[in-house]
């Protein structure tokens, strides 16, 4: 082989190679979106079953609802990032549906056609401490860059175990998460308050708001209303964190 020839070798190798390692920065860039999302769901001995199961398939039909995925098209970048975690007491979380990117009806409908397959999760006590600071950890396992990151809670009851949940709370906010709450409150007998609590302890953030559910049949709406005001940036008229 002529030296000319060895040269012209040596500088298309190179060249590929630097070609290799461009490729490779860029299959491990992290992805652009509108928003991280994390779904909370309080999967504790509280919930009913019949209470799960509304609540899970409340979830399944929100996150493939069309006004869903019109609020999640209408951002610059046009898709979000989404998880569902299930928690219960100290230390009971478990990530039901890991990261995944939601950009379109047909994402959004694989997420919710795999939620539904998810078998049931049954845990003890309430700790929303525990779940704030597990979920706020979690955002770092995404591989995504957003200009929020939200962690959405649903939940029967107040933290009762586990560390102070204003303290966890206000961990969770220094870091720039937005909290925001869905109490569940079919028998206000139960909890009486719940919201308020959610809107004093629970929730913080830049908009941060409180959405009550009172009714079975007002269930799928409130998280579908939920997740779109979460997604659009826009909270109104709800009970919001005085922030």
Request: aromatic letters at 6%.
């Amino acid at each position: 082989m002529s030296y000319v020839v060895g040269v012209r070798v040596l500088v298309t190798s190179l060249i590929l190679l630097v070609a290799d390692a461009f490729a490779s920065v860029r299959a491990h860039a992290q992805a652009q979106v509108d928003l991280e999302l994390v779904l909370a769901v309080d999967a504790s001995g509280s919930m009913s079953g019949e209470e799960q199961k509304f609540q899970r398939a409340g979830y399944v039909a929100a996150i493939a609802h069309p006004d869903v995925i019109r609020a999640i098209r209408s951002g610059p970048n046009r898709r979000i990032a989404l998880a569902y975690i299930e928690w219960a007491g100290s230390g009971r979380q478990a990530i039901t549906m890991p990261w995944q990117i939601i950009s379109d009806a047909a994402s959004a409908q694989a997420f919710a056609e795999q939620l539904k397959k998810k078998d049931a999760v049954h845990m003890r006590l309430t700790s929303i401490s525990s779940m704030l600071a597990f979920s706020s950890k979690y955002f770092m396992q995404n591989n995504v860059r957003s200009p929020r990151k939200v962690i959405d809670v649903s939940g029967d009851g107040p933290n009762n175990d586990g560390v102070n949940i204003v303290g966890a709370r206000d961990d969770v906010l220094a870091q720039g998460i937005v909290i925001n709450g869905l109490p569940i409150m079919l028998d206000p007998t139960i909890e009486p308050g719940l919201d308020v609590y959610y809107k004093h302890c629970v929730i913080g953030g830049p908009g941060a708001f409180v959405l009550p559910v009172l009714r079975k049949v007002d269930w799928t709406s409130a998280i579908r209303n939920k997740m779109i005001l979460e997604i659009a940036g826009r909270p109104a008229r709800l009970m919001k964190a005085q922030w």
